[in-house]
Nanobody
């Protein structure tokens, strides 16, 4: 089964940039969308951005204009370019895949997370 591995997290100063990567091992029958979620300490996990197999993108209001999602869903690879980072962006960022296992069973796959810390 497919597994997702995130990388690229770290410590940056406010106003800085960081790029996260999500790369898969294994395979899956079909992919509907991939995206990034984040969870700050003591908070609920929230959607940051996602991209559908058709190329449509969606962003949380809090990151619009600052973050950009990209990748190659066919290769089960997705990136998150984060610019103008703010301390409130501090969180563990998780890669997510919404897909299908043969013949049509819906499945969600999560990565283990990568920590992003933005200092003020």
């Amino acid at each position: 089964q497919v597994q997702l591995v995130e990388s690229g997290g770290g410590l940056v100063q406010a106003g800085g940039s960081l790029k996260l990567s999500c790369v898969a091992s294994g395979s899956i029958f079909g992919i509907n969308a991939m995206g990034w979620y984040r969870q700050a300490p003591g908070a609920q996990r929230e959607l940051v951005a996602n991209i559908t197999s058709g190329g449509s993108t969606n962003y949380a209001d809090s990151v619009k204009g600052r973050f950009a999602i990209s990748g190659d869903i066919a290769k089960i690879t997705v990136y998150l370019q984060m610019n103008s980072l703010k301390p409130e962006d501090t969180a563990v960022y998780y890669c997510n895949l919404a897909g299908r296992r043969w013949p049509s069973r819906y499945v969600e796959v999560w990565g283990q997370g990568t920590l992003v810390t933005v200092s003020s």
